[in-house]
């Protein structure tokens, strides 16, 4: 019940192209949802984060699209550039946050 | 000024020994954490503080031992090391629970050998 599973463990995309990455829980008390992106060597940063009572958020070319009945919600990069190879984390939270199993992305140029 | 700084960065030590990691954060939050990453890169939360009062112990070995002197540092002091102790430890805080935006140390990785 308490984990969050993330898919696809790694994700190669080409310069320009948009890069999904999915999430999905379980529990339903889980009322905060982050994305974190991580560099080598760095601590994770928070990317963007939504809350169950909107189905989308965007910032910029980030998006997370949220869907409560199916308990899932996603990360897209649109216009994907070299910049964004990193690791990304989904989260998930209530009095804690519980993290998914990370994608590695590689934006190739 | 970095927002949440940990020491060390690096940490190399052989079984047995006791180590201690040291966080500190200016961003004035009253609630911080401890994560361990494993080689995997799974993030799992080991302990959180708010305003020095323990609120979160997760399943973790009692050699791991935190200890918050006040709201803006909280140390992490472990006893007698495994190797599968070795693990990237992350420090964060963020401003009231876990709710909300966590700001994350640049984390210290700890080989013991």
């Known amino acids: 019940q308490q984990q969050v599973k993330q898919s696809p463990q790694s994700l190669i995309v080409q310069k320009g192209g948009i890069s999904i990455i999915n999430c999905a829980y379980e529990?339903?008390?889980?009322?905060?949802f982050p994305w974190y992106q991580q560099f080598p060597g760095k601590g994770p940063a928070l990317l963007i984060a939504?809350?169950?009572?909107?189905s989308e958020k965007k910032e910029g070319r980030f998006t997370i699209s949220f869907n409560k009945s199916a308990k899932q919600f996603s990360l897209h990069i649109m216009d994907s550039q070299p910049g964004d190879s990193a690791t990304y984390f989904c989260a998930a939270g209530f009095q804690k946050l519980v993290f998914g199993t990370g994608t590695r992305l590689l934006v190739s140029p | 000024d970095t927002a949440v700084s940990q020491t060390p960065k690096y940490l190399v030590t052989q079984m047995g020994n006791d180590k201690s990691i040291k966080c500190e954060q200016n961003?004035?939050?009253?609630?911080m954490y401890w994560y361990k990453q494993d080689s995997k890169k799974f993030l799992k939360i080991m302990f959180s503080y708010n305003n020095k009062e323990l609120i979160i112990n997760e399943t973790v070995p009692n050699r791991f031992s935190p200890k918050s002197p006040d709201k803006a540092h909280l140390n992490l002091h472990i006893n007698s090391l495994e190797l599968g102790d070795s693990a990237v430890y992350f420090c964060?805080?963020?401003?009231?629970?876990?709710?909300?935006?966590?700001?994350f140390g640049q984390g210290t990785r700890l080989t013991v050998v």
């Open positions: 529990n339903t008390a889980f009322d905060y």
């Open positions: 961003l004035g939050h009253d609630t």
């Open positions: 939504i809350r169950p009572d909107v």
């Open positions: 964060a805080s963020s401003p009231w629970t876990l709710n909300t935006e966590a700001f």
